[in-house]
Structures are given as structure tokens and as C-alpha cells.
């Protein structure tokens, strides 16, 4: 994906509807999706290899020149002619989101461009060390991608993390770790109200059973992290900001989670690898990635308040 930025400022409304007018003074675009896990990682120190689907077209070209100047392979990466590269744009005013547009489409990926996808992702493999899912219901897992690739992994006990939509969860069943927000942990385990801290512990058990996942990780926003490690359960607590920017904080959440697990640190800690990480993507505007010197920096920080 594409993840746009329109930053102007808005000091009047228009004569033609109740609504404000933005001067734009300068645009950016970024990688999104899992392309901005893959720059969250290389940002942390970490090496990626990408593997997705972009559109023919000129924002699918940013992004491709972004991910080169981080150095990372992006060789994975097929090309759909019949489908917009996904771009998400928000025209921020005075460090506010007035509004986000998007221009996407849905449709599921062909057969063809699936095989091309895993042929992609096979021969590359044994590389890696973990692999992370970004799952944004695009299309692209309807198939058997996921089946194949899971099972490309497992063959190979190489870790699975995924950040799943409800809606596919079941596809990742066998995945090492799921990673939903607390909204998406509530949907899987097919409870309507949000319940007292006391019942998280139930909760994760049900996103795991929903998910045929080993382990959990739930994102809660100020309420910080709930973790099922195995059988384990902890609550890792919110860390405050004073900007509170949730745009792209999950992806630099897993990315930190990933390099954790790379690194073969049990999942708690690399929790709270993630929970530092993502606290401090929530107080940057926009997606911006997080670097190995300000995790570095926080974590001393955090220890310290932890006396």
C-alpha cells in the first residue's frame, strides 16, 4: 500500500458547505501495509524480504523507490496489471486528520498471480528467520495462499506472526502468533461489549482457539498489551503520549515483535519490545517508523521508571 500525507492549514470554513478548507503546504507518501512493516524492520536494524502484490501504476513506482533506498529485497513483490496499487490518503491540518480517502479495490487475486506469489516467497524461505502476515482484507488471502505459505514454514519451524482482519483468521490456523487490536480480539472471540481487565485472560484463550495460534498478542491502545505467552498470561501497561497518532503504530509494533522473535526471545519480552515501540509511533504524526536508537533510548527511559 501507499500511505499519503496532505499536510496544510485550515483557518476558515467554505461558503459552499460547513466544511474546512485546507491550504496544502507539502505532501508525502510512505510505504503502508506490510510494506511499512518491512521499513519498521530495517529502521530497527533488521534485514527484510517483501512479498506482496502492488498495482501498475504510479503510486506502486514511490513505493518501490522508497524500499530501494532502505536496501531491503523487494524482489517478492508481484505486479497485478488489472488492480490499483492501495492508497490511503489524509489531509492533516495543524496536526489534526480532517479527513482519509482511499482508492482500492478488493477483488481477489488471481490464481495465476497466486502461484507467482508463493513460487516468490518459496524460493526464498529458507532464509528467513521469522515471517510476518499483514493481513488488510484486500484480497488477497481468499485462496490457498496462506495455507501454502504456513505450510512452507512449518516445514521449515520458521515462526509465523500475524496481524489478521476476523473475517480470515481461520486461514492462519497453525500460525505461531496473532496480533489483533483489541476491537478484532473482541470480534474473534464473538463477544459484543468489552469486558473488565479480569476477563483479558479468557479473551486471549478465545482469539487463540479462533485463530489455531500458539500465542497472542493483543494491542490495546492506552490500555497497553495483553499476552498470551503459551499458557502465560501478562498485561503490559500503556505507555502515555503526548501526540497520539495511531496511524501505521501497529506495523511498528510487529516489526519490533518480529525482530524479538528473530531473535529468539520469548514472546512476553518481545512484547514488550513492541509495546516501547508502538508507544513511541503513537507520538509521531503519520506513519513513521521507529529507529533502533530511539527503541535503544525508550527502553532505557522506561526501565528507569520501572525503578
Known amino acids: 500500500m501507499a500511505d499519503r500525507f496532505v499536510y496544510g492549514d485550515a483557518d476558515r470554513l467554505s461558503p459552499e458547505a460547513p466544511v474546512p478548507v485546507v491550504r496544502i503546504t507539502r505532501r508525502e507518501t510512505m510505504p503502508g501495509g506490510a510494506a511499512n512493516v518491512a521499513v519498521n524492520i530495517a529502521r530497527l ?25 532502505l536496501g531491503g529485497d523487494a524482489a517478492g513483490i508481484v505486479t497485478d496489471q488489472n488492480r490499483p496499487t492501495t492508497v490511503k490518503t489524509r489531509i492533516v491540518a495543524r496536526s489534526q486528520h480532517l479527513l482519509r480517502y482511499d482508492y482500492e479495490t478488493d477483488d481477489h487475486l488471481t490464481e495465476e498471480l497466486e502461484q507467482l506469489l508463493v513460487a516468490r516467497f518459496e524460493s526464498a524461505a529458507e532464509a528467513l528467520d521469522v515471517v510476518v502476515i499483514s493481513d488488510y482484507a484486500k484480497g488477497l488471502f481468499h485462496g490457498r495462499l496462506a495455507e501454502l505459505i504456513l505450510r512452507v514454514c512449518n516445514r521449515l519451524q520458521t515462526p509465523v506472526l500475524v496481524d489478521p482482519k476476523p473475517v480470515n483468521a481461520r486461514q492462519f490456523s497453525g500460525a505461531y502468533l496473532v496480533k489483533p487490536n483489541l476491537g478484532e480480539a473482541l470480534r474473534l472471540a464473538g463477544r459484543e461489549r468489552k469486558p473488565p481487565v ?110
Open 45 to 69: 536494524g533488521g534485514r527484510f524480504r517483501l512479498f506482496g502484490v502492488l498495482g501498475a501504476d504510479g503510486a506502486a513506482a514511490e513505493v518501490m523507490r522508497f524500499l530501494a533506498q
Open 198 to 307: 479480569e476477563e483479558m485472560p479468557a479473551v486471549c484463550r478465545e482469539v487463540a482457539e479462533a485463530c489455531g495460534a500458539g500465542n497472542v498478542v493483543i494491542t490495546g491502545g492506552n490500555q497497553g498489551m495483553f499476552v498470551l505467552d503459551g499458557g502465560a498470561f501478562s498485561h503490559l501497561p500503556g505507555l502515555p503520549r503526548e501526540v497520539f497518532d495511531v496511524a501505521g503504530a501497529g506495523d511498528t509494533t510487529m516489526a519490533a515483535i518480529a525482530l524479538g522473535i528473530a531473535a529468539e526471545i520469548d514472546v512476553t519480552s518481545a512484547a514488550r519490545l513492541g509495546n516501547v515501540a508502538g508507544s513511541i509511533a503513537v507520538g509521531k504524526l503519520g506513519t513513521a517508523a521507529v529507529s533502533r536508537q530511539e527503541l535503544v533510548d525508550e527502553l532505557g527511559r522506561v526501565e528507569e521508571l520501572d525503578g
